[in-house]
């Protein structure tokens, strides 16, 4: 079992940034590939940002490339998603999960955390 719990999701204005985590505990929580996901009032969730087990390979959606990014500090047990120029669009409650791979793909994750409200204003 790998218990994921999110951190630093809050009210912020356009333009401004926000960096959540995710500390995982439980087993050998740095051995996974994790994932961001995120979900607006009335919408699916959808793929954010994810990041094999190594660090080394980091994959974004179209509306976070080059705004957004992805670490992970595995002598902490800890993913990162830095996030700046954030917009409206960006509002959701945004959610960690671990898995066996690095994918868009939720299906491919089996945990996942309680999720952070992320709220832009204009």
């Known amino acids: 079992q790998v218990q994921l719990v999110e951190s630093g999701g809050g009210l912020v204005q356009a333009g401004g940034s926000l960096r959540l985590s995710c500390a995982a505990s439980?087993?050998?929580?740095?051995?996974?590939?994790m994932g961001w996901f995120r979900q607006a009032p009335g919408k699916e969730r959808e793929f954010v940002a994810a990041?094999?087990?190594?660090?080394?390979?980091?994959y974004y959606a179209e509306s976070a490339k080059g705004r957004f990014t992805i670490s992970r500090d595995n002598a902490k047990n800890t993913v990162y998603l830095q996030m700046n120029n954030l917009k409206p669009e960006d509002t959701a409650v945004y959610y960690c999960?671990?898995?066996?791979?690095?994918?868009?793909?939720?299906?491919?994750?089996?945990?996942w955390g309680q999720g952070t409200q992320v709220t832009v204003s204009s």
């Open positions: 439980g087993r050998t929580g740095s051995s996974y590939s």
């Open positions: 990041i094999t087990s190594s660090g080394s390979g980091k």
């Open positions: 999960a671990a898995g066996s791979r690095a994918t868009t793909s939720e299906r491919v994750y089996g945990y």
